[in-house]
């Protein structure tokens, strides 16, 4: 297997960890979506990553569905993930608060990267959001007592959750401010902690 992208995106390294955990061995191109836009467009029409290129050619976009795929090949006795239910449809959605946060964290990046002049209220509506997802989720957190969301074992919604609070608090540190969010940052320090998290990791650049 073949990932695309960048370990400072949030999406890539959600894959590029679960891939560890499930042992899964796989060749990394640390391509960017700028510098490298050309080779990844020759995979991916979008230009965008995370991508995944099958061993039999076939390729795959978009974190979660490059997820359900890993899933599906380990086995249900294996995936990060409750098989079906209300467990499960809780998982989903806090991976997909998770990932949203990270796409907002994501765009704010972007506004003020690519625009000399940034539009105010669209700054103001993404930083709206990344606060709001946040608040839900340190509510959510703080009232568990166990190591990871759903028990004792780590899933893909406490992995989607610490690439996104990394992401963010390198990005823009003034939305993750330690003494608002104990839960959550208690969470990425578990998460960050563990072999694979440190293996998979880059400082955030653009």
Same mark, same amino acid.
């Given at each position: 297997?073949?990932?695309?992208?960048?370990?400072? #995106?949030?999406?890539?390294?959600?894959v590029?960890?679960?891939?560890?955990l499930?042992e899964?061995?796989?060749?990394h191109? %640390?391509?960017?979506?700028?510098?490298?836009a050309?080779?990844v467009?020759?995979?991916n029409p979008?230009?965008?990553?995370?991508?995944?290129?099958?061993?039999?050619?076939?390729?795959?976009?978009?974190?979660?569905?490059i997820?359900?795929?890993?899933?599906?090949?380990?086995?249900?006795?294996?995936?990060?993930?409750?098989r079906?239910?209300?467990?499960?449809?809780?998982?989903?959605?806090?991976?997909?608060?998770?990932?949203?946060?990270?796409?907002k964290?994501? #765009?704010?990046?972007?506004?003020?990267?690519l625009?000399?002049?940034?539009s105010?209220?669209?700054?103001?509506?993404?930083?709206?959001?990344?606060?709001?997802?946040?608040?839900?989720?340190e509510?959510d957190?703080?009232?568990r007592?166990? %190591?990871?969301?759903?028990g004792?074992?780590?899933?893909h919604a406490d992995?989607a959750?610490a690439?996104?609070?990394?992401?963010?608090?390198?990005?823009?540190?003034?939305?993750? %401010?330690?003494?608002?969010? %104990?839960?959550?940052?208690?969470?990425?320090?578990?998460c960050?902690a563990?072999?694979?998290?440190?293996?998979?990791?880059?400082?955030?650049?653009?």
């Amino acid at each position: 297997m073949i990932l695309i992208g960048q370990y400072d #995106s949030p999406f890539v390294r959600r894959v590029a960890i679960a891939l560890k955990l499930y042992e899964i061995p796989f060749e990394h191109r %640390p391509w960017s979506v700028f510098r490298n836009a050309d080779e990844v467009a020759r995979f991916n029409p979008l230009r965008r990553v995370p991508t995944l290129v099958l061993d039999d050619g076939e390729v795959l976009i978009e974190s979660g569905a490059i997820l359900d795929y890993l899933d599906e090949h380990v086995g249900p006795e294996r995936a990060l993930i409750a098989r079906e239910g209300r467990l499960r449809r809780h998982a989903l959605k806090v991976a997909a608060l998770a990932t949203g946060l990270a796409d907002k964290a994501v #765009s704010l990046v972007y506004e003020r990267a690519l625009h000399e002049e940034t539009s105010a209220a669209w700054t103001e509506r993404c930083e709206g959001q990344v606060g709001n997802v946040l608040a839900i989720l340190e509510i959510d957190r703080a009232g568990r007592t166990t %190591p990871f969301w759903f028990g004792e074992e780590i899933g893909h919604a406490d992995i989607a959750l610490a690439c996104a609070l990394r992401f963010t608090s390198e990005a823009h540190p003034e939305l993750l %401010p330690a003494d608002r969010y %104990p839960a959550l940052v208690a969470h990425s320090q578990r998460c960050e902690a563990l072999p694979a998290f440190q293996e998979i990791v880059q400082p955030f650049g653009i």
